[in-house]
């Protein structure tokens, strides 16, 4: 059986869905280039500023690319805001940075201890790629290499949900690829940008997810525009330009940006996975909201890893014990979590009849009841004779 060890076994059905203290720190692969005793390609740095950033070479000059991802993140996140980067080089493809099996975004992950929550996988458009499903083809390999890459550090109690940028798209909405058939739980694909570049703001995405809490749906209204003159698909045609389609591709599960009559500046449209309806995590805020709990259940019962489990004489765990672990993991994922509004409630089960002296293992159920949304809007209205 190994070594003494807690196991999660996160269900992803209990929605019944139809057809700070944990902060949501950003990671970044994106194509740059070495400048000599400043930063080199594959190595991990940590910032809070742009300032930081141009320290370590990370300037207009030096790396435009870099640059210009990092400057839209601080721009919207502000000065203080905590960033883990690497530079890889432009030959470096995306499916590659996201390999679980090479020292690209693992490294990463790895050197910013456990920290990084969301990681934005970013490759500077070059030549002609290869096209399929309407964007560049290394974007579903690093779909692939990303998801089993956020497994692996799950499983480390590292959680991590990761956005790719959808490079180079086509325009072909038909051919676009379909997301919403897949099991891709733990990763986004971004298909927009604001500057009509083959590549997605990735580095704006990465900002408005750091700034704000675990539940909050990255296409919030309120929290205001992300951009106030213009918006592109990342085959530099403005997103206006197929309005009729956006139904058919927030459908299929991207996420790009949209305007709304009469309201000025562009929003995210939504915060899909890349997998079913019926998938718990197919958003991120969910992933999020459950990274978070984990993490927190997690350290409280870590304590208890190895402690003694006084029992009735009936051989049942004794009702002191249960009600011990309860209280400790409601109280502290309340407080954490439910009292600021991340969840809606959460209860905690441990069946006393368990025969923990015989296997050693006690199962604890954590129920999360998770925030509402309101992502569709319903308006009756009509003119009549009288008020009542």
Avoid at 208 to 233: C, M, W
Avoid at 336 to 341: A, F, P, W
Wanted: glycine share 8%; with cysteine; aromatic share 8%.
């Amino acid at each position: 059986m190994g070594l003494p060890k807690i196991k999660f076994i996160i269900a992803s059905n209990g929605l019944e869905l139809l057809t700070a203290d944990i902060q949501k720190t950003p990671g970044l692969v994106v194509t740059g280039s070495t400048v000599a005793g400043k930063i080199a390609i594959g190595e991990s740095k940590q910032i809070f500023s742009l300032e930081d950033a141009k320290k370590i070479g990370i300037t207009e000059a030096e790396n435009p690319f870099a640059y210009k991802h990092v400057k839209a993140f601080y721009e919207y996140a502000g000065t203080s805001a905590e960033l883990w980067i690497m530079l890889v080089s432009d030959a470096t493809t995306m499916e590659q940075m996201a390999d679980h099996e090479k020292t690209f975004a693992k490294k990463l992950l790895e050197d910013a201890g456990g920290k990084i929550r969301v990681l934005g996988i970013l490759k500077k458009s070059s030549g002609s790629p290869t096209i399929s499903g309407s964007i560049d083809a290394d974007t579903d390999k690093a779909v692939i290499k990303a998801q089993k890459l956020a497994d692996d550090f799950s499983e480390k109690y590292f959680p991590v949900r990761v956005i790719i940028s959808a490079n180079d798209f086509s325009g072909d909405v038909q051919s676009l690829k379909d997301y919403s058939t897949t099991k891709f739980n733990r990763v986004s694909l971004l298909l927009a940008n604001t500057d009509g570049g083959k590549e997605a703001s990735i580095g704006l995405a990465l900002a408005r997810l750091a700034s704000t809490p675990v539940q909050r749906n990255i296409g919030r209204v309120k929290d205001g525009a992300v951009e106030h003159t213009q918006a592109y698909f990342t085959g530099g045609a403005k997103v206006e330009s197929l309005s009729s389609a956006w139904d058919s591709i927030a459908d299929k599960n991207y996420i790009f940006l949209r305007n709304f009559a009469g309201k000025a500046g562009f929003f995210f449209t939504d915060d899909p996975t890349l997998t079913g309806e019926t998938d718990d995590f197919k958003t991120l805020a969910n992933g999020f909201v459950m990274d978070k709990a984990v993490i927190i259940a997690y350290n409280v019962l870590v304590e208890n890893l190895g402690d003694e489990i006084q029992v009735t004489e009936n051989g049942t765990i004794h009702p002191a014990i249960i009600k011990a672990w309860q209280n400790s993991v409601e109280s502290n994922i309340n407080r954490q979590m439910t009292s600021k509004g991340e969840l809606s409630n959460c209860k905690v089960v441990i069946d006393e009849n368990q025969d923990i002296i015989k296997t050693g293992i006690m199962e604890v159920d954590i129920k999360l009841q998770p925030v509402g949304y309101a992502k569709f809007i319903t308006v009756k209205i009509g003119f009549t004779t009288k008020i009542d």
